[in-house]
């Protein structure tokens, strides 16, 4: 229980996604209580909060991820 159950289930989940050929993503981004940083359509409350620096990194892995998953499946097709 906690704020941070949800990342430490996504760390566990991290392996058994690999087991099952899924590629997830190794950056983690811990948002305790969405509500907390952001307003209702969706901008963020303040944007230079500590918890909001870990999406760019996040989000920088998983579009190189689908770009180099898209790319590769164009060139080899699906196993």
């Known amino acids: 229980p906690g704020p941070f159950a949800g ?8 392996v058994l996604c690999h087991e099952l050929g899924c590629l ?24 230079e909060d500590r918890m909001l620096k870990q999406l760019p990194a996040l989000l920088d ?3 190189w991820m689908a770009v180099a998953m898209k790319n ?8």
């Open 7 to 14: 990342q430490r289930a996504a760390m566990s989940i991290q």
């Open 24 to 47: 997830p993503v190794s950056k983690l981004c811990g948002i305790p209580t969405v509500a907390d940083l952001f307003e209702v359509d969706g901008s963020p409350k303040d944007p």
């Open 61 to 63: 892995q998983l579009e």
């Open 72 to 79: 590769q499946r164009e060139k080899t097709g699906v196993p």
